[in-house]
């Protein structure tokens, strides 16, 4: 079974700063996707970024930026110039390539909070 | 519509009633699910809808909860007899297609509370 941890329950960083949000995940599957969404207290999930396994180049998506490591099987996330909308949850998650299913494995999620 | 919309935002249900929630995703969105979030938890997969068919269900935790997509457009899941554990958030999501690399858009969730 796949599992995703996120060790750090909550982050804070000043406004304009950096900050690296930790993911590991397990798995035995070679073909697999890794997503980060954001969660603000509407409770709406937003996709951030995505990564394909099979891909080598990080993923970026303006101030948003993976590590991915696939032989560590971990997938950090760094946010540069942060600023105070991205105040929310952010989870990291899993999804094999297959068929017949949509099936994400989140993790617990981690708490940002963007100081002004 | 604009997005997914799901209702009713709040529930508060007694235990052993009955309670249906509603999703409707984003007009000629191929793919539909369903997940559940218990309060400091990440969601968890409940079931997946492709058009009608419901390809997967293994996530429903038990015979209680039902999940339909009649017309391939509007998701009701069900919940009989409902129990306190059954308090959480419920989340909809929907793809334009079938394929992992299209983007899911949630919406933003009923929230159960069962006394």
């Known amino acids: 079974a796949q599992t995703v941890t996120q060790s750090q329950p909550e982050m804070s960083v000043q406004e304009a700063e950096t900050v690296t949000l930790s993911c590991t995940y397990d798995?035995?599957?070679?073909?697999?996707?890794l997503f980060w969404y954001k969660q603000p207290p509407s409770r709406q999930m937003i996709l951030v970024i995505r990564?394909?396994?099979?891909?080598?180049q990080n993923a970026t998506e303006n101030r948003f930026s993976v590590n991915f490591q696939k032989a560590a099987k971990s997938f950090s996330l760094k946010i540069s110039d942060s600023q105070l909308g991205d105040t929310a949850m952010y989870f990291c998650?899993?999804?094999?390539?297959?068929?017949?299913?949509?099936?994400?494995?989140f993790g617990t999620g981690t708490r940002l909070k963007v100081l002004a | 519509g604009a997005g997914v919309s799901q209702s009713p935002r709040y529930k508060v249900a007694k235990r052993g009633q009955d309670v249906a929630l509603r999703c409707d995703p984003i007009s000629g969105h191929v793919s539909l699910f369903w997940y559940q979030q218990a309060l400091g938890q990440g969601p968890e997969f409940l079931t997946y809808?492709?058009?009608?068919?419901?390809?997967?269900k293994s996530g429903l935790p038990s015979d209680r909860f039902f999940a339909e997509r009649p017309e391939g457009s509007v998701s009701t899941l069900k919940i009989q007899r409902t129990q306190q554990e059954d308090s959480a958030v419920y989340l909809c999501?929907?793809?334009?297609?079938?394929?992992?690399?299209?983007?899911?858009?949630f919406g933003q969730g009923t929230r159960l509370t069962v006394v």
């Open positions: 798995t035995s599957e070679n073909n697999y996707y």
């Open positions: 998650a899993f999804m094999k390539d297959t068929s017949g299913t949509y099936k994400y494995i």
């Open positions: 809808f492709q058009n009608e068919a419901q390809l997967d």
């Open positions: 999501a929907s793809s334009l297609t079938d394929s992992r690399n299209t983007e899911a858009f």
């Open positions: 990564q394909e396994a099979y891909k080598q």
